[in-house]
């Protein structure tokens, strides 16, 4: 069983929500590591745990190795003693000080030190690049790679998480190629090294297409963690395209240069007039006293603000996910930098397709047209597609106002051009199962004789019957049709294939509690429809193919085979009873 567990809890746009396992301690991503460095402790890691809440930091193992006075009382006190933290303390190699010159340690000693002072995730001693040429960022990936073989052979195997780094910089073939070297090895977590370089000439379009590499190209069951990142405004896009965990020591660097974070940007502190923050710091004190305190004292406040900035920030990315409206602060924020901007409009133009296969098919708020982007987004171009090939027509019919996105959107422009047909009820949910299944289920799925039930308060489809058996649902809230047991059987059998359903392992135990109801668990599903979009309904099949239940997929197909932990599908209906509600 792997040392950390992951679950995906949420998601939105290439975005998720997970809840992973580390040596006992749960954690939530989107996750921010504030870095810890104990030359300058601006903030304490009792203050973080305390004052922030935070249950995760990092520190640099190399930091504390070079001091012999630190390393023995580290290895008899352990890390977490030492802090005084009782989180989660994730352990840089100290590779990064291979920018200020080359660092005077084996990897043996370093994995070896991580080890022994019981870090609960460490990181390869990997060789970053400076992104100065394409011949150097190759040989960082040539060399990252020796040095996860050598690690390989080195680490305890029932020891520490462990983080593999990725090279390749803004070379998207040699982050691929990088990806393809470091996903033979067992890590727990896959690090991605961003340049500074990149960073410090905001060149977010080469950041965002080496995310995007990554997510395409690394196991989708494992976390994914972007070296080095801890600016507010890239957060939501760098969340949207596939990060799960961020760390930097942005806060306490930038308060050191007298700059204020906000999430639309950074200010000097000499060209703010006012405090625009409602932070605990901001409210307790006033630009001037600010300017005009002692350095020592500035700085440690700044960092403070600086630090709640970014945790407000990953706070409002989940809470966008769950609301469905990633894409939407993807946006707004976008508009905070030119390059960020064109960073966000090139993502969606080179990768809609990907993230079709992983943005939900329906979600919980309306589609809000935001700028032109608007029409690039994935959710957005999956459904005009859909139109096209599979109800044959380039006019929404009108019958479809009752699904997400058609009738659940808000613009200034029109986004769809509806016919003009009167449909009958009937007419409504065939071309509602066209929509969700593929051209042609509708007529088969709900034949002649089918009664339609609607609710009086607002008259709107509420239930399709037929001969006195519920078939299906229209959940109110999407317009999304809800199969019931009959209705999935007879869908099983009109798809050829796997097409919307999943296949369960042979296991009479796990067949029971799916039968009876219970949800379908990922390490139950020994095969799935790699098409399956999160949100869709499926068809659960036995291992002999007969039909056991139908629910809500979670996880998407491709994510299905790999993603072991948690619930891949809700079941809502099952032939051992249940239901919709």
Same mark, same amino acid.
């Given at each position: 069983?792997?040392?950390?567990?992951?679950?995906?809890?949420?998601?939105?746009?290439?975005?998720?929500?997970?809840?992973?396992?580390?040596?006992?301690?749960?954690?939530?991503?989107?996750?921010?590591?504030?870095?810890?460095?104990?030359?300058?402790?601006?903030?304490?890691?009792?203050?973080?745990?305390?004052?922030?809440?935070?249950?995760?930091?990092?520190?640099?193992?190399?930091?504390?190795?070079?001091?012999?006075?630190?390393r023995q009382l580290l290895i008899s006190e352990g890390i977490h003693r030492f802090l005084n933290f009782d989180g989660v303390v994730f352990t840089d190699s100290g590779a990064y000080q291979m920018f200020k010159g080359e660092i005077e340690i084996s990897q043996y000693e370093i994995v070896r030190f991580q080890e022994d002072i019981r870090s609960d995730v460490g990181v390869m001693l990997d060789v970053p690049s400076r992104y100065e040429s394409r011949r150097e960022v190759y040989e960082s990936v040539i060399a990252t790679a020796r040095r996860a073989r050598e690690w390989y052979s080195i680490r305890r195997e029932d020891g520490i998480s462990w983080e593999g780094a990725i090279q390749g910089g803004g070379y998207t073939d040699l982050v691929e190629l990088s990806c393809r070297y470091m996903s033979n090895y067992p890590f727990d977590i896959y690090a991605v090294g961003v340049p500074p370089r990149l960073w410090r000439e905001y060149r977010f379009t080469e950041i965002a297409l080496?995310?995007?590499?990554?997510?395409?190209?690394?196991?989708?069951?494992?976390?994914?963690?972007?070296?080095?990142?801890?600016?507010?405004?890239?957060?939501? *896009?760098?969340?949207?395209?596939?990060?799960?965990?961020?760390?930097?020591?942005?806060?306490?660097?930038?308060?050191?240069?007298?700059?204020?974070?906000?999430?639309?940007?950074?200010?000097? *502190?000499?060209?703010?007039?006012? *405090?625009?923050?409602?932070?605990?710091?901001?409210?307790?004190?006033?630009?001037?006293?600010?300017?005009?305190?002692?350095?020592?004292?500035?700085?440690?406040?700044?960092?403070?603000?600086?630090?709640?900035?970014?945790?407000?920030?990953?706070?409002?990315?989940?809470?966008?996910?769950?609301?469905?409206?990633?894409?939407?602060?993807?946006?707004?924020?976008?508009?905070?930098?030119?390059?960020?901007?064109?960073?966000?409009?090139?993502?969606?133009?080179?990768?809609?397709?990907?993230?079709?296969?992983?943005?939900?098919?329906?979600?919980?708020?309306?589609?809000?047209?935001?700028?032109?982007?608007?029409?690039?987004?994935?959710?957005?171009?999956?459904?005009?597609?859909?139109?096209?090939?599979?109800?044959?027509?380039? @006019?929404?019919?009108?019958?479809?106002?009752?699904?997400?996105?058609?009738?659940?959107?808000?613009?200034? @422009?029109?986004?769809?051009?509806?016919?003009?047909?009167?449909?009958?009820?009937?007419?409504?949910?065939?071309?509602?199962?066209?929509?969700?299944?593929?051209?042609?289920?509708?007529?088969?799925?709900?034949?002649?004789?089918?009664?339609?039930?609607?609710?009086?308060?607002?008259?709107?489809?509420?239930?399709?019957?037929?001969?006195?058996?519920?078939?299906?649902?229209?959940?109110?809230?999407? +317009?999304?049709?809800?199969?019931?047991?009959?209705?999935?059987?007879?869908?099983?059998? @009109?798809?050829?294939?796997?097409?919307?359903?999943?296949?369960?392992?042979?296991?009479?135990?796990?067949?029971?509690?799916?039968?009876?109801?219970?949800?379908?668990?990922?390490?139950?599903?020994?095969?799935?429809?790699?098409?399956?979009?999160?949100?869709?309904?499926?068809?659960? *099949?036995?291992?002999?193919?007969?039909?056991?239940?139908?629910?809500?997929? @979670?996880?998407?197909?491709?994510?299905? +085979?790999?993603?072991?932990?948690?619930?891949?599908?809700?079941?809502?209906?099952?032939?051992?009873?249940?239901?919709?509600?």
């Amino acid at each position: 069983m792997p040392r950390i567990q992951m679950e995906i809890r949420e998601r939105d746009a290439g975005g998720r929500v997970c809840r992973i396992t580390v040596g006992g301690r749960r954690l939530t991503t989107p996750l921010f590591l504030p870095v810890y460095n104990p030359s300058k402790p601006m903030i304490t890691p009792r203050e973080f745990r305390e004052e922030f809440k935070l249950e995760a930091l990092m520190t640099n193992a190399y930091i504390l190795y070079r001091k012999p006075e630190l390393r023995q009382l580290l290895i008899s006190e352990g890390i977490h003693r030492f802090l005084n933290f009782d989180g989660v303390v994730f352990t840089d190699s100290g590779a990064y000080q291979m920018f200020k010159g080359e660092i005077e340690i084996s990897q043996y000693e370093i994995v070896r030190f991580q080890e022994d002072i019981r870090s609960d995730v460490g990181v390869m001693l990997d060789v970053p690049s400076r992104y100065e040429s394409r011949r150097e960022v190759y040989e960082s990936v040539i060399a990252t790679a020796r040095r996860a073989r050598e690690w390989y052979s080195i680490r305890r195997e029932d020891g520490i998480s462990w983080e593999g780094a990725i090279q390749g910089g803004g070379y998207t073939d040699l982050v691929e190629l990088s990806c393809r070297y470091m996903s033979n090895y067992p890590f727990d977590i896959y690090a991605v090294g961003v340049p500074p370089r990149l960073w410090r000439e905001y060149r977010f379009t080469e950041i965002a297409l080496q995310g995007v590499t990554v997510a395409q190209n690394l196991p989708v069951g494992k976390p994914r963690h972007a070296f080095g990142i801890g600016h507010p405004i890239a957060i939501p *896009l760098l969340v949207a395209i596939g990060y799960d965990i961020f760390d930097s020591a942005s806060y306490a660097l930038y308060a050191e240069d007298d700059r204020y974070m906000t999430e639309y940007g950074t200010k000097k *502190l000499d060209k703010l007039e006012y *405090l625009p923050c409602n932070c605990p710091v901001c409210r307790s004190i006033s630009i001037d006293e600010l300017k005009s305190m002692d350095r020592g004292l500035r700085v440690r406040i700044l960092a403070r603000h600086n630090l709640y900035v970014i945790l407000r920030e990953v706070e409002l990315v989940k809470q966008a996910i769950h609301e469905g409206r990633l894409w939407e602060l993807v946006s707004i924020r976008a508009r905070s930098h030119p390059t960020l901007l064109e960073a966000t409009y090139r993502i969606l133009r080179m990768y809609s397709s990907y993230y079709e296969k992983l943005d939900p098919i329906t979600k919980r708020s309306a589609l809000l047209y935001t700028g032109c982007e608007t029409l690039l987004r994935p959710d957005y171009r999956r459904a005009v597609r859909r139109v096209g090939y599979r109800l044959k027509t380039s @006019i929404t019919p009108r019958a479809l106002r009752i699904i997400w996105p058609f009738g659940q959107h808000e613009a200034s @422009i029109e986004l769809f051009r509806f016919d003009e047909r009167d449909y009958d009820d009937l007419e409504v949910v065939r071309v509602l199962a066209d929509y969700q299944f593929g051209y042609g289920v509708g007529v088969k799925l709900f034949p002649d004789g089918c009664v339609i039930e609607k609710s009086r308060r607002t008259g709107r489809i509420r239930r399709i019957w037929l001969n006195g058996r519920l078939l299906a649902t229209v959940r109110p809230r999407d +317009g999304l049709l809800l199969l019931q047991i009959p209705a999935a059987t007879r869908l099983a059998s @009109i798809l050829p294939g796997r097409r919307y359903k999943v296949r369960l392992i042979a296991s009479d135990i796990v067949e029971e509690k799916v039968a009876m109801g219970g949800d379908v668990l990922g390490w139950y599903i020994l095969e799935a429809d790699p098409l399956i979009i999160p949100g869709e309904v499926i068809v659960v *099949l036995s291992n002999s193919g007969r039909v056991l239940a139908v629910g809500e997929a @979670i996880l998407s197909g491709v994510e299905m +085979g790999e993603v072991k932990r948690g619930v891949a599908v809700k079941v809502r209906d099952s032939i051992g009873g249940g239901g919709y509600a």
